[in-house]
């Protein structure tokens, strides 16, 4: 009988880590679970199978929208600003990636944020609703031009 697991799950977490002008923390989330959209788990597998040879996470997008994150969704509700991300990291337990987003004091503050999306895909680009959205969560927040946001994000693929 074999005994080897076959299982395979992918989980995402983030955080914001919310910085004043001086650099000091003034909220902090914490890790929290996301929803991986059926979108997300279909590019997971059609680059398994050589169907498409990009998955990389390159833009999160902030927007105004307020409806609970649903397996169908393909974009944010109401995207209002997206950026590059500013770093990718592999970390040191195998199958897990961290994707950074900083978002200056300057940008993002002439909206009141309540999503965010990560988009990944060789179609994702600058333009809103690009790209392949693997996952959006809800988060409430007011940014202004007073403090920074770092929008960071765990993904791991893991043994089941």
Known sequence: M???KALLAWTGQWEIIIKDMSGNIIHRTGLRP???TDAGLNMFRDFLSGA?????????????????PA???TQLVAEEFRKLVTSQTNQATAGELETILFVADSEANTFKTEEIGWFAGAAAAADPDTGIMIARV????QKTNLES????????????
Do not use: F, P
């Open 2 to 4: 074999n005994t080897e």
């Open 34 to 36: 996301n929803l991986i």
């Open 52 to 68: 498409i040879a990009d998955g990389e996470i390159k833009y999160v997008a902030l927007g105004s929208g307020s409806t609970a």
């Open 71 to 73: 397996n169908g969704q």
């Open 138 to 141: 809800l988060y409430s927040r």
């Open 149 to 160: 946001w770092t929008v960071r994000r765990i993904d791991a693929v893991a043994r089941g």
